[in-house]
């Protein structure tokens, strides 16, 4: 089924300067993520985001990543910065989505033998399901892809792709599947946490590019 949306939405992960963030926007994007998960090479303090929530503009969404963060960890984030919608990478429940009491995005990760289509029903609250790579121990930001062939076509509408794109594949990839947005991370990078601002241009072109050719 054709999303409800003729237009990708397009979200860089990873921010961990002003100076990306604003890239990001100048781009084009509509929206920049924050990861508050200490393991990860692009992981920001509260003190960091807010800095870069201090340059983002109305109308482009702050989404703050989080894996099997305590109550405590979420009550800060939330309540000393501005953020939009919360994004949750581990092990978390519907129930402990919801009871962070804010909008939310679900990441899955693709394992083989999951029932990709009974796991979005079952967070039939979050207001997108991201699908992203999986791989053992890592719950995001792997830099690699998964057989797209596995979406199930009928919910599509809801869909956030991640995993492995860059600004040579998106334009197929968004040809292909038409989901609802799009989000990237490593693909447009120098270094992890480092933006690099031309592959952030291509990757945003590249979507609009497959946009304006399916009308």
């Known amino acids: 089924m054709k999303p409800a949306v003729t237009r990708t939405r397009i979200k860089i992960c990873g921010i961990t300067h002003p100076d990306d963030a604003l890239v ?14 200490e393991p990860s090479p692009r992981s920001v303090s509260v003190a960091q985001a807010a800095k870069i929530c201090s340059v983002i503009p109305a109308f482009v969404s702050v989404v703050a ?17 501005p953020i939009d919608l919360l994004q949750f990478h581990g092990q978390e429940s519907p129930e402990q989505c919801e009871a962070a009491g804010y909008p939310y995005i679900k990441a899955i990760r693709m394992k083989p033998e999951l029932d990709i289509a009974k796991e979005i029903d079952r967070f039939a609250t979050a207001r997108s399901i991201l699908l992203d ?5 890592v719950p995001g930001g792997t830099g690699e892809s998964f057989d797209w062939n596995l979406i199930p076509k009928q919910r599509l ?7 492995g794109l860059t600004p040579d594949n998106i334009s ?6 038409r989901p609802y947005a799009v989000d990237v991370s490593g693909g447009v990078e120098v ?25």
């Open 24 to 37: 990001a926007v100048e781009a084009g994007a509509d929206a920049i993520g924050l990861v508050f998960y």
């Open 65 to 81: 990543l989080t894996v099997d963060a305590t109550p405590a960890s979420m009550q800060t984030i939330t309540s000393e910065l």
């Open 133 to 137: 790579t999986y791989r053992q121990g």
């Open 157 to 163: 509408s809801r869909i956030v792709l991640a995993g």
């Open 172 to 177: 197929d990839a968004v040809a292909q599947f």
């Open 191 to 215: 270094s992890a946490g480092s933006k690099d601002k031309d592959k952030v241009v291509e990757f945003i072109k590249g979507v609009q590019r497959a946009d304006a050719a399916l009308g």
